[in-house]
């Protein structure tokens, strides 16, 4: 099976992962009490946030071409307990452009690591899906102090490398700019979008909303990104991370491509290696966006992690 194959469904997962919704199907919690941050925006031109809830600081961040939104149901639950900091990624799901993609995903951990300081959150809890995760990762790696516990949501350090272990940044490098230049040129098409959409969670509601926020994305942030996601490989990069981690892996998306649970979980083991404190679950049916998919045991698997990991109040 060649890297392009095999890479399939990730690729998916990042095309239309964390694309969703403001239009999520509607709660039966009460509305969320909204806060307005004392941050303005061009202290982080590349993102905007979304404050609700009060309590201990969580940041949710979604995966590529998603708003911040595809954790409604998440935050619903978790309001009441944290003060949650929803990021939206400019370009993602509608959201406008940023000015320029250079270093764009740098820009963002950069621009993450600076809102959490000034808004003075202590040591927040980082929920991260997909790309979200790997920006989780990169977030803890280059500021072991900054932030709390994190919780990983089907992603993993170093894409690129799912089939060749061996495979670097650097020899990443065609194959990203490849998949770059695809992506840049035009619109993402709609038919693509919802086929992929529709290999990576089971409502079918939700894959027309997942599929929407794709073709609303702008083609060259979601270009640029991927390609920062391909090039840069965290492995090595995970050993400075100081804080508990859980991991919560998908993999019945990836049965079709000869994928089991087990051969899905060895590929987690191995990339999360070098990760100090860290536990890897994998859920049993759930596709890639498992806070959708397969949301009670997500719920139940964060809940009982950040009892365990509770941040002390100052």
Same mark, same amino acid.
């Given at each position: $099976? ?7 469904p990730?690729c ?12 999520? %199907?509607a ?5 969320p ?9 061009a202290a982080?031109?590349?993102?905007t946030v979304r404050?609700?809830?009060?309590g201990?600081?969580m940041?949710?961040?979604p995966g590529?071409?998603c %708003?911040?939104?595809?954790? !409604?149901e998440?935050?619903a ?8 900091? #929803? #990021?939206?990624i400019n370009?993602?799901?509608g959201t406008?452009?940023?000015?320029s993609t250079?270093?764009l995903l740098q820009?963002v951990?950069?621009q993450l690591?600076?809102y959490?300081?000034?808004?003075k959150?202590?040591k927040?809890?980082?929920v991260? @899906?997909?790309l979200g995760g790997? $920006?989780?990762?990169?977030m803890?790696a280059t500021q072991p102090?900054a932030?709390? %516990?994190l919780v990983i949501v089907d992603?993993?350090p170093f894409?690129?490398a799912?089939?060749?272990p061996m495979?670097t940044?650097e020899a990443?490098k065609p194959m ?6 695809q992506?840049?040129r035009g @619109?993402? +098409?709609?038919a693509t979008a ?7 969670m089971? !409502?079918?509601?939700r #894959? ?7 073709v609303?994305? +702008?083609?060259?942030t979601?270009?640029?990104? $991927?390609?920062d996601?391909?090039?840069t +490989?965290l492995?090595?990069?995970v050993?400075?991370?100081?804080q508990?981690?859980l991991?919560l892996?998908a993999?019945a998306?990836?049965?079709?491509y000869?994928?089991?649970k087990?051969?899905?979980r060895?590929?987690f083991?191995q ?8 536990q #890897?679950?994998?859920?049993?049916a759930?596709? @890639?966006?498992l806070m959708?998919?397969d949301?009670q045991?997500?719920?139940a698997q964060s809940?009982?992690f950040?009892?365990q990991?509770?941040?002390?109040k100052?």
């Amino acid at each position: $099976m060649n890297l392009t194959a095999y890479l399939r469904p990730f690729c998916a997962a990042l095309l239309t992962g964390a694309t969703l919704l403001t239009a999520a %199907p509607a709660s039966t919690a009460s509305a969320p009490t909204l806060l307005v941050a004392d941050s303005p925006a061009a202290a982080h031109p590349n993102f905007t946030v979304r404050v609700v809830g009060k309590g201990q600081p969580m940041l949710l961040i979604p995966g590529l071409t998603c %708003p911040g939104a595809v954790w !409604d149901e998440t935050v619903a639950h978790y309001q009441k307990q944290y003060q949650c900091h #929803i #990021i939206s990624i400019n370009g993602f799901g509608g959201t406008p452009a940023p000015a320029s993609t250079e270093h764009l995903l740098q820009n963002v951990r950069d621009q993450l690591l600076t809102y959490v300081k000034t808004q003075k959150l202590n040591k927040p809890v980082v929920v991260g @899906h997909s790309l979200g995760g790997f $920006m989780a990762l990169w977030m803890s790696a280059t500021q072991p102090d900054a932030v709390g %516990p994190l919780v990983i949501v089907d992603s993993l350090p170093f894409l690129s490398a799912v089939q060749n272990p061996m495979l670097t940044a650097e020899a990443a490098k065609p194959m990203a700019e490849g998949v770059r230049q695809q992506v840049s040129r035009g @619109h993402i +098409d709609a038919a693509t979008a919802r086929q992929n959409s529709a290999s990576l969670m089971t !409502d079918t509601a939700r #894959i027309r909303q997942a599929t929407a926020w794709s073709v609303a994305s +702008d083609p060259a942030t979601v270009g640029q990104a $991927m390609y920062d996601m391909y090039t840069t +490989d965290l492995r090595p990069d995970v050993a400075r991370i100081q804080q508990p981690v859980l991991v919560l892996g998908a993999w019945a998306a990836y049965k079709a491509y000869g994928s089991t649970k087990e051969s899905t979980r060895a590929i987690f083991e191995q990339q999360y290696a070098k990760l100090p404190q860290h536990q #890897i679950e994998m859920s049993e049916a759930g596709k @890639h966006f498992l806070m959708w998919d397969d949301t009670q045991w997500f719920l139940a698997q964060s809940d009982a992690f950040l009892k365990q990991h509770a941040v002390a109040k100052k």
